[in-house]
């Protein structure tokens, strides 16, 4: 299956800062990759699909960009709500798998 | 816009069963790809599978010998077996939407399976 590797682990910012979140696959998976942000008692929601498109409704300061193996989140400027956890994740190749995910926490 | 809502016994026996039924809020069904995704707690997300309206499905290969899915268009209902689960099948199970692009773009609320003695 495809792993996928998601760095750093942990992120600590203040908001206003800008976030840049890594995830690397260990086989290619073109530009079929996205991005979900999960908050505590919540289910995840769809962010960035098919690498670099954002979903319905999401806000302009999320970005994603990436193709083959390496991709990346950038947050352009952290708002309170951003506070989180975010997973990548790929449909290239079966089984879909995800990433460990990476914490962006409150500095 | 769809709300997908899971239910499920919550508490389990290692060895038991486990049955989730998830409820689709519109008629939407058959235009889509239905899916089971699993997190125990605080941990990442686990693909299960997928089911079509048509029945067709796709079991992870890491549950393969497990899992059954089936689907109830009449209800708006599709559903997750998973046979003798242990500690392991811990987790907050998830039912979602596979969107237009085949990413998921709806998931339900979720709902907790804890199993133990």
């Known amino acids: 299956e495809t792993v996928l590797t998601q760095s750093p682990a942990t992120l600590s910012l203040s908001p206003g800062e800008r976030a840049t979140l890594s995830c690397r696959a260990s086989?290619?998976?073109?530009?079929?990759l996205a991005w979900y942000q999960q908050k505590p008692g919540q289910a995840p929601r769809l962010l960035i699909y098919d690498a670099s498109n954002r979903a319905t409704g999401i806000p302009a300061r999320f970005s994603g960009s990436g193709s083959g193996t390496d991709f990346t989140l950038t947050i352009s400027s952290l708002e309170p709500e951003d506070f989180a956890v975010y997973y990548c994740?790929?449909?290239?190749?079966?089984?879909?798998?995800f990433g460990e995910g990476t914490k962006v926490e409150i500095k | 816009q769809v709300q997908l809502q899971e239910s499920g016994p919550g508490l389990m026996k290692p060895s038991e069963a486990l049955s989730l039924t998830c409820t689709v809020s519109d008629d939407s069904m058959s235009s889509y790809y239905w899916s089971w995704i699993r997190q125990p707690p605080g941990k990442g997300l686990e693909y299960i599978g997928y089911i079509y309206y048509s029945g067709t499905t796709y079991y992870n290969p890491s549950l393969k010998s497990r899992v059954t899915m089936s689907v109830d268009t009449s209800k708006n209902q599709f559903s997750l077996k998973l046979a003798s689960v242990t500690a392991a099948d811990t987790a907050m199970y998830y039912c979602?939407?596979?969107?237009?692009?085949?990413?998921?773009?709806?998931w339900g609320q979720g709902t907790l399976i804890t199993v133990s003695s």
């Open positions: 994740q790929q449909r290239s190749n079966w089984p879909r798998t």
């Open positions: 979602v939407r596979e969107g237009p692009r085949r990413y998921f773009d709806y």
């Open positions: 086989q290619s998976v073109s530009s079929f």
